[in-house]
């Protein structure tokens, strides 16, 4: 098992990362709480598949109990917040207990805002289940749910007592979720590391065909490169941490235009990458061969989806929510070169939509 440390100012926490592991997320917590309940929340999906290993650690230290969630980003909201206080409430919990979110990012964002607010703050455990929440969405603190108008308009940053992570339950994955975090990682290296970069584009078979000591690599080296940019910038404040948000602007638009039903995020966030690196191209801030590797990458790993929203202008409406938003102006993260990305710069619209626009019609053309 290995061991990467969050090294925070405050409430700094270790991520754990191995195969077969699930089964010690309870001799890791019994020595993090002095409370004596423990509220697992999960789906019916993951908890049948992997649920057993986890509450065979569980139930040797703890009284626990079980909320199962409908499954899908729809469901990451207010209404599902308040189901879970409802359940912490009736369980007994109180600040001493802890709340386990176990399953893919929108059960970890969604159980770890209502952690964040339940009692002002209750212990929090994230054992993400997907191969972007092992990544991403489980390491950093970040927690929140979607209005209607937008993706994580409400939420916290909230830091769990310890992230753990087991590749075992990846190969459960279907084909389209694994890839779904794949997006993810690839952004990594084309923000952070261009070694990395081009370890993903030289091994995308044996990452394709989940090879333990490949995903041990890549999920760790993408661990680290998040790590790395949160301990700097934990809350957003120096504007370090939105390079992470690379090909996320337009991504979380075309999530939110699709009702968070037609595109998945990863498959979003990798349109909304290609966007970005058109972008970079067209103010000549990166080279047509920074542009071309971009789209390379995402051509191996077949992650590009065609864009099927009609009407472009409401993807643009969605923009305007995007957290990066100053006095009126829409920003992006572009990048310059593999490894490296420029902060934020201001986009006109009609340029947007006009890389929106060819997008639909011509797809990622070179």
């Known amino acids: 098992m290995i061991t990467i440390k969050v090294k925070l100012k405050q409430n700094p926490y270790d991520i754990y990362l191995g195969k077969g592991i699930l089964s010690k997320t309870g ?5 993090r709480i002095t409370g004596k309940k423990v509220l697992i929340i999960s789906n019916k999906k993951i908890f049948k598949l992997h649920g057993k290993n986890l509450i065979n650690g569980i139930k040797k230290y703890f009284k626990y109990n079980i909320l199962l969630l409908p499954d899908g980003e729809k469901y990451k909201n207010l209404e599902t917040v308040n189901l879970i206080y409802k359940n912490c409430i009736k369980f007994g919990l109180d600040r001493h207990s802890a709340i386990i979110a176990f399953g893919g990012g929108v059960i970890g964002d969604t159980v770890g805002f209502a952690a964040a607010t339940y009692m002002r703050g209750i212990n929090l455990v994230q054992v993400p289940t997907t191969l972007l929440a092992q990544v991403d969405s489980s390491i950093g603190g ?3 749910v979607d209005l209607k108008e937008g993706k994580n308009l409400i939420g916290s940053f909230y830091q769990p007592l310890f992230v753990l992570s087991d ?17 993810e990682i690839i952004k990594y290296g084309i923000i952070m590391d261009k070694e990395f970069f081009y370890y993903l584009k030289n091994n995308y078979i ?3 065909n989940k090879k333990d000591d490949i995903l041990i690599n890549i999920i760790k080296k993408s661990i680290l490169c998040k790590t790395k940019i949160v301990e700097k910038d934990e809350k957003e404040k120096t504007g370090l941490r939105a390079i992470l948000n690379y090909g996320h602007t337009v991504g979380h638009a075309i999530e939110a235009e699709g009702k968070y039903q037609m595109y998945k995020h990863g498959e979003a966030v990798a349109i909304g990458m290609v966007i970005a690196a058109k972008l970079a191209l067209r103010k000549k801030l990166c080279s047509k061969e920074t542009y071309k590797e971009q789209i390379e990458i995402l051509r191996k790993f077949n992650l590009i989806k065609p864009l099927k929203i009609n009407k472009i202008s409401n993807i643009i409406k969605h923009l305007y929510n995007d957290k990066k938003v100053l006095n009126g102006k829409i920003r992006f993260i572009l990048t310059k070169k593999i490894g490296c990305v420029s902060f934020i710069k201001n986009i006109n619209v009609s340029i947007i939509k006009k890389e ?3 997008f639909r019609r011509y797809g990622e053309s070179i």
């Open 27 to 31: 001799d890791i917590l019994k020595n």
């Open 142 to 144: 970040k927690t929140g």
């Open 167 to 183: 590749i075992d339950v990846l190969k459960t994955l279907n084909k389209r979720e694994f890839k779904n975090g794949l997006v």
């Open 206 to 208: 044996d990452i394709l």
């Open 356 to 358: 929106l626009e060819q």
